[in-house]
Structure formats: structure tokens, C-alpha cells
């Protein structure tokens, strides 16, 4: 079975700034998807965004972006302009062909006004 | 466009009783999943659907039960319940497989005494 780990339980940052979650999974694989989802206080589950391996650039929404290091197997999460809004936590995600999506343990983001 | 709706929001259950939680989508989605989300904790896959008439166990299925009649409805059963249920419950449903965005109901938080 696929893992992914998210090494941060929690993180915070100030309203504003830039702040980097980070995630790593194991795979052997070259064509998979990668996904981070952001659960708000609310409970709702939203994607944020998805990233196919076999494209090499990375994917960007908006204030979000990735920087997604194949070869280090590494998927980490840039939120730029931080929001009071983003506060949430946030879990990374894998997939490959037959298997299940494969989530994280998750990292609870706290916006500091 | 209501996406996926769960009811109920809220229950309490004695041990031993059963209930079924109901999960509807409205996006003509070929795939839905149960997941289950025990506090400060990740997203464990209960069952899913592939399509109607088509369902299989995910890595939690013990106690629970599934069926899929139609593309809109997939509900969970409840047999026995148990303390160990006690957790908040997931729908979701995506276009096609796992590759796609998955789509989250709000949740039910199911507590068992």
C-alpha cells in the first residue's frame, strides 16, 4: 500500500505571508496523481488543487501552488498572501490506476491576524 | 446544483442499534465513497461504488454495510453499533475514477454510547 506523510501536525503563519506545507509519499510508480484537499472548521471537504505526475509543471490556483519534486517524491503546498479564510486543515492525497486515493494524516493551518 | 448531500447532520445512537446514513449526489457521478474521519485524524476509506449496482470494501468495512440502486443514492448501514463508531462520516463522489476531484458531503457526527 501507497503512504503519504505529512511531517507537520500543525502550522501557523501570519496574515498575509507565505507559508509552505509539506508532504512526501512512497511510490514506485511514474504516473500517478497528487492531490491536496483543505477541510475549514466547517467540516466540507474542498480540493485545492491536483497535480498529474507526468506533467512537469507545476500546478498553481490561484494564491496556491505546488512544488512538486518527482524524484524526491515530495508535494508540498505554497500558500501565498495568507488568509484569514485559509485557515483549515489540509491533507495531501495519492493515486495511482487501480489503487484507492490515499490521504494524509493532514496539517492544521492557523492564520495569526 | 445542491452537489452532495448527507442527513443527518447529527446522531446519537444507543450500542446495538442500527441506522443508515444517507448520501445523495445531483452530478451524475459514477463513483462515491464512504470514508470515516476519527478526530485529529485522516480519511479512512469505508466502501465504494463504482457505478450502479457495483460497490467494494475499502479499508474500514467491518460493521458497516453498503448498496447502490441508482447512480444518485448510496447509503451506509449501520449493523450493531458499536463505541468504535463513533466518528464523523463522509460522502463523496467524482465523475469518473479516482483521478478525478472527489466531491465532499458536510458530514454526520455519529457518536455511540
Known amino acids: 500500500a501507497q503512504t503519504v506523510t505529512q511531517s507537520q501536525p500543525e502550522m501557523s503563519v501570519q496574515e498575509a505571508e507565505t507559508v509552505t506545507l509539506s508532504c512526501t509519499y512512497d511510490?514506485?510508480?511514474?504516473?500517478?496523481?497528487l492531490f491536496w484537499y483543505k477541510q475549514p472548521p466547517s467540516r466540507q471537504m474542498i480540493l485545492v488543487i491536483r497535480q498529474e505526475a507526468y506533467k512537469q509543471q507545476n500546478a498553481t490556483e490561484n494564491r496556491f501552488s505546488v512544488n512538486f519534486q518527482k524524484a524526491a517524491k515530495s508535494f508540498s503546498l505554497k500558500i501565498s498572501d495568507s488568509q484569514l479564510g485559509d485557515a483549515a486543515m489540509y491533507f495531501c492525497?495519492?493515486?495511482?490506476?487501480?489503487?484507492?486515493?490515499?490521504f494524509g494524516t493532514g496539517t492544521r493551518l492557523t492564520i495569526i491576524p | 446544483n445542491a452537489g452532495v448531500t448527507q442527513t443527518p447532520k447529527f446522531r446519537i445512537l444507543k450500542i446495538g442499534q442500527s441506522m443508515t446514513l444517507q448520501c445523495t449526489q445531483d452530478?451524475?457521478?459514477?463513483?462515491m465513497y464512504w470514508y470515516r474521519q476519527d478526530p485529529g485524524m485522516g480519511l479512512k476509506l469505508i466502501y465504494y461504488?463504482?457505478?450502479?449496482?457495483?460497490?467494494d470494501k475499502g479499508e474500514v468495512p467491518n460493521g458497516y454495510n453498503v448498496s447502490r440502486s441508482t447512480t444518485e443514492d448510496f447509503p451506509l448501514r449501520l449493523e450493531l453499533a458499536a463505541p468504535s463508531q463513533t466518528s464523523v462520516y463522509f460522502c463523496?463522489?467524482?465523475?469518473?475514477?479516482?483521478?478525478?476531484?472527489?466531491?465532499f458531503g458536510p458530514g454526520t457526527r455519529l457518536t455511540v454510547t
Open positions: 461504488s463504482v457505478g450502479a449496482g457495483i460497490t
Open positions: 452530478m451524475n457521478h459514477n463513483y
Open positions: 511510490t514506485s510508480e511514474s504516473d500517478y496523481y
Open positions: 463523496a463522489s467524482s465523475y469518473d475514477s479516482w483521478a478525478y476531484e472527489q466531491y
Open positions: 492525497a495519492y493515486y495511482f490506476g487501480n489503487e484507492k486515493l490515499t
